[in-house]
């Protein structure tokens, strides 16, 4: 482990800070359903808005890279705020932005990820017809001119919710589930992020928890498996769940979401584990281990 113990006797024991991106283009609205339940677990959510990166700030032709580096600038004020360590995470992209942030620049405070529904790869059952010909807009340079619009399902099998997030878009409000449309030119730069991480996973050296639906219908579990595979043994700790699909914070296991959120970090301590945390996991026997939720 490359974490350092506090040096402040009032950070010893769990982390008690949990700070999560949201997903791409959308806002911290994703995450209302889980304020009230961590925090009743001692959970403090902090859920920062990333100019560039978050609905409604300007984003001109913003990459991947100007994200990291907006992200990494909401981490600074954070720890400007207090030097209590702290769980990084996010959702869909916002899981990746997570990680690419934490790599990118040391944080001494930080104790472990958590990452939900983590976009690796868009490749789920519910994605439009024509996404698989997206090189050819890539090629061309016409990103600018096309976007991917929000559909049924909305990444909810909970069928109120879907109706809250259809009156939620016809209002034109930021939505529980996203925006209405996301432009071409930014699922573009999701997917040079999530190739970027890829890459970082071996080097991980912090516990990672990970929650992801096994009906998930924009990125298949088997592609999280495989990729997640390659974090460090012992590190890893994937939890499967069975009545959900993408949007797991606002879905019907919302509320197992935030018990097992809040339990990866009870297991936490300020300070460095004495070994690895997790015994048995996907990166010592692929695809062989989950933490199976019931419906």
Request: hydrophobic share 45%; net charge neutral; aromatic share 8%.
């Amino acid at each position: 482990m490359s974490t350092t113990k506090s040096s402040d006797p009032a950070w010893h024991g769990r982390p008690g800070r949990l700070v999560l991106f949201h997903g791409l283009a959308s806002s911290p609205k994703e995450f209302g359903f889980l304020t009230h339940p961590l925090r009743r677990n001692g959970v403090r959510l902090h859920a920062p808005q990333v100019p560039g990166y978050s609905a409604g700030t300007p984003a001109g032709d913003a990459s991947w890279r100007a994200w990291v580096g907006a992200a990494n600038d909401c981490l600074d004020d954070l720890e400007v705020q207090s030097a209590e360590p702290f769980v990084l995470g996010g959702l869909c992209t916002g899981a990746m932005l997570a990680l690419a942030a934490a790599v990118a620049r040391p944080r001494p405070g930080l104790r472990g990820y958590a990452l939900l529904s983590p976009l690796v790869a868009y490749d789920g059952w519910a994605l439009p017809w024509w996404y698989a010909l997206r090189p050819l807009a890539y090629a061309s340079g016409l990103t600018g001119l096309f976007s991917m619009r929000e559909r049924e399902p909305y990444g909810l099998r909970n069928e109120r919710m879907r109706a809250l997030v259809r009156q939620q878009m016809a209002a034109g409000e930021a939505s529980l589930a996203g925006p209405a449309a996301v432009p071409l030119r930014a699922v573009r730069e999701s997917e040079r992020l999530s190739d970027h991480v890829r890459g970082l996973l071996p080097g991980l050296a912090h516990p990672v928890h990970v929650q992801h639906a096994r009906d998930d219908e924009i990125c298949r579990l088997a592609s999280v498996r495989r990729t997640l595979a390659s974090v460090p043994t012992g590190l890893l700790s994937l939890h499967v769940l069975d009545n959900s699909y993408h949007m797991i914070t606002a879905d019907n296991d919302r509320h197992l979401v935030a018990d097992r959120l809040s339990a990866f970090m009870q297991g936490l301590d300020a300070g460095p584990p004495p070994g690895a945390p997790f015994a048995l996991d996907i990166s010592s026997e692929f695809g062989a281990v989950e933490a199976a939720t019931a419906p």
